[in-house]
């Protein structure tokens, strides 16, 4: 776009603004829409204008409907398509007029009204390929919005925010700090970690240390990821498990993370998932992985009663075993029908508040009383 065409744009746009202040906006986009040439970067910055006012004057439901009734080119594929990097000028060159009007925020509420809209990831992803030290700006603008906006309109805000990371994926462990430092968005973390991070064992122990019912608010969308999640701790135990000695520390901090994933999201473990654990249980002296191991049976219980034979030969085992004294004690409360005991013993070997199914506690009590006489 050359100066002198920019120029007489930008003229036309500002008294295209003077007379919205006079007449209405409403009023005078009709009026300037049917005088003279049409020019669609005109008619870009007069949507603009648009989703600006809607965003900082009307409720959230109310700017959605007007943005979404009345733009023809920013909610248009095919446009932005046809058009490429001159859209996203005009943007920065409304942008430049607003700042140099004394505006502020612009890119706030151009941001949050870009929610409202079918076009928003294209236009967010090629507005950091436009300007490309505009992006983290972006992001913390978008992030400001998340406390004014319902569920509908946060996980479209999110969709947004991931774009710009696939653009700039070195800005992810950033990002998830933000996100978790302002607790929102929780499944924008997760698919950062999944995706992006990849520290999932140590990630996951932090967020279940802390208070992390927030976290925990997961949409349905979430469910593949913790699988992906799930595949890739029990990946790392079966990589440490040839040595369980000197891998201990790393095995049980995996274990923990994993009973996380399965008691707070109800990821089920499948049957050599479940052998591979048994397997670690039999095979450790190490007491904090006994007692992880035993978290991890009684909050699936009903995934390791598959393999009925097998737990019960670990169990005896373990039994008789002096590592610790957390399997003679679950024995001692199931004797005695102490199940609240068993759980907050769980619970606070993991230090976190996961649930845990009655019924599969109750399976597992069966179980233990056929093994009690021989322990003894």
């Known amino acids: 776009m050359n100066s002198q065409v920019e120029s007489q744009l930008k003229q036309r746009f500002l008294e295209f603004k003077r007379t919205s202040t006079k007449i209405g906006l409403e009023e005078a986009l009709v009026q300037f829409k049917s005088v003279g040439q049409q020019d669609w970067k005109f008619e870009v910055l007069c949507e603009l204008f648009y989703i600006q006012a809607n965003v900082q004057h009307e409720p959230t439901e109310r700017a959605n409907k007007n943005i979404r009734g009345n733009l023809r080119l920013l909610n248009n594929d095919s446009f932005l398509r046809e058009n490429g990097v001159l859209v996203f000028e005009v943007i920065e060159l409304y942008d430049d007029i607003e700042i140099e009007e004394g505006a502020e925020s612009c890119w706030k509420y151009l941001l949050e009204g870009f929610v409202h809209i079918s076009t928003r990831c294209d236009l967010v992803k090629g507005l950091t390929k436009n300007n490309e030290f505009a992006y983290k700006e972006f992001i913390d603008q978008l992030l400001q919005c998340v406390h004014k906006l319902n569920s509908i309109y946060a996980m479209q805000l999110s969709e947004m925010i991931f774009k710009i990371i696939e653009e700039y994926p070195d800005y992810a462990f950033m990002v998830r700090f933000k996100l978790v430092e302002m607790q929102i968005l929780p499944d924008l973390i997760t698919r950062l970690t999944v995706i992006y991070c990849r520290d999932i064992i140590e990630f996951l122990n932090g967020i279940f240390y802390g208070k992390s019912t927030w976290f925990l608010a997961q949409s349905v969308n979430s469910g593949h990821l913790f699988i992906k999640m799930k595949q890739r701790v029990i990946t790392e135990i079966e990589s ?49 992985l006994v007692q992880l191991s035993l978290c991890l049976i009684l909050i699936s219980a009903d995934q390791f009663l598959r393999k009925q034979k097998e737990l019960s030969l670990v169990f005896g085992q373990v039994l008789q075993s002096e590592i610790s004294e957390m399997p003679l004690l679950i024995l001692v409360y199931f004797q005695t029908d102490a199940i609240q005991q068993i759980e907050d013993n769980v619970r606070s070997v993991l230090a976190m508040q996961v649930p845990i199914p009655k019924l599969g506690l109750f399976e597992i009590q069966k179980l233990f009383r056929t093994l009690k006489t021989s322990a003894i």
Do not use: C, P
């Not at 790393?250 to 473990?269: D, H, N, P, T, W």
């Not at 499948?270 to 904090?288: A, F, I, N």
């Open 240 to 288: 440490y498990s040839s040595d369980l000695a000197t891998n201990h520390v790393a095995i049980a901090s995996a274990m923990r993370a994993l009973a996380g994933i399965v008691g707070y999201f109800g990821i089920k473990l499948l049957d050599s998932e479940v052998l591979l654990l048994l397997k670690v249980l039999g095979q450790t002296y190490t007491e904090r």
